[in-house]
């Protein structure tokens, strides 16, 4: 059973920035961290969860919601089993509980969620 577990979360001041971590721990011994698809969704108070960005094992290729593209950056250390999500220009719309995701074939598993809260 792979666990993720989110930290980095808090409050800032709209355009402030913020560095989220997703750690990854329990991968079944016959895969590695990089056979993981990873991905940041975000959930708004009375919203829908929504998809943030992802990134491929290899980490080659990242894809970015519109709402957040230019602001956001999605990168992995597959040598220390971690995602990270650096979030620069906040908004006050990007205020969420935010989510780690990883799936491979038709395994998947969610983090427990770390609050992003922008406002003054």
């Known amino acids: 059973q792979v666990l993720l577990v989110e930290s980095g979360g808090g409050l800032v001041q709209p355009g402030g920035s913020l560095r989220l971590s997703c750690a990854a721990s329990g991968v079944p011994s016959k895969l590695t961290f990089s056979n993981f698809a990873m991905n940041w969704y975000r959930q708004a108070p009375g919203k829908e969860r929504e998809w943030v960005a992802g990134?491929?094992?290899?980490?080659?290729?990242?894809k970015y919601a519109d709402s957040v593209k230019g602001r956001f950056t999605i990168s992995r250390d597959n040598a220390k089993n971690t995602l990270t999500l650096q979030m620069n220009s906040l908004k006050s719309e990007d205020t969420a509980v935010y989510y780690c995701?990883?799936?491979?074939?038709?395994?998947?598993?969610w983090g427990q969620g770390t609050q992003v809260t922008v406002s003054s």
């Open positions: 995701y990883a799936k491979w074939v038709t395994h998947e598993y």
């Open positions: 990134i491929i094992g290899d980490g080659r290729i990242t």
